[in-house]
């Protein structure tokens, strides 16, 4: 199992840019593949980006594709995304989380999830 802890959110005007971090507890991180995702008010939550396990692999929504960038750390435990060209859809609780085995945009794919941080883009 692996805990996870996400920082960095907070409040942004659009068009700024901020950087979400993940901080892991446990052996495995550096087995795992690394996503995050995000869920907006009455909205269901949704794949933002992945990376592998290697860091040699990313994947991205095609909204974020060139705004953002996933990135991870193994021998720091860590991933982070960075934000840039924020707007106010990007609004949303986001989420790390990490997959044991499946390389997947989807959120079932994942075994263990942080507690999550929000992200509000004022227009």
């Known amino acids: 199992q692996v805990q996870l802890v996400e920082s960095g959110g907070g409040l942004v005007q659009a068009g700024g840019s901020l950087r979400l971090s993940c901080a892991a507890s446990?052996?495995?991180?550096?087995?795992?593949?690394m996503g995050w995702f995000r869920q907006a008010p009455g909205k269901e939550r949704e794949f933002v980006a992945r990376?592998?396990?290697?860091?040699?692999?990313?994947d991205y929504r095609d909204s974020v594709k060139g705004r953002f960038t996933i990135s991870r750390d193994n021998a720091k435990n860590t991933a982070s995304l960075q934000m840039n060209s924020l707007k106010p859809g990007d609004t949303a609780v986001y989420y790390c989380?990490?997959?044991?085995?499946?390389?997947?945009?989807?959120?079932?794919?994942?075994?263990?999830w942080g507690q999550g941080t929000q992200l509000t883009v004022s227009s």
């Open positions: 989380a990490a997959s044991r085995s499946n390389w997947s945009r989807s959120a079932r794919a994942y075994d263990d």
């Open positions: 446990g052996r495995t991180f550096g087995s795992c593949h």
């Open positions: 990376i592998s396990w290697s860091g040699s692999s990313t």
